[in-house]
């Protein structure tokens, strides 16, 4: 039986590409978050013209972290 090769990345290099994937991540949710909190508050406030701009905003950060995470994930 032969036997099966790492299943995690041993370039070098690797290790800090991930942590760098990861912090702008988090700086991605951190973004959307304050972005939630912002147009709930405006919402409140009347000011309903700044929900879909923030909504369409909020919808591009997503993409934005579900594409670094799918690639992050994706071995070659």
Do not use: K
């Not at 942590?19 to 405006?42: D, F, P």
């Not at 406030?45 to 591009?60: W, Y």
């Amino acid at each position: 039986m032969p036997l099966r090769g790492p299943r995690h990345d041993l370039r070098p290099g690797s290790i800090g590409v991930a942590t760098a994937r990861l912090v702008i991540v988090a700086g991605i949710c951190a973004l959307q978050y304050w972005l939630l909190t912002s147009t709930m508050e405006a919402y409140h406030g009347r000011h309903r013209a700044v929900t879909l701009v923030a909504a369409i905003a909020s919808a591009v950060c997503f993409a934005l972290a579900l594409g670094l995470v799918v690639t992050g994930e994706r071995r070659r």
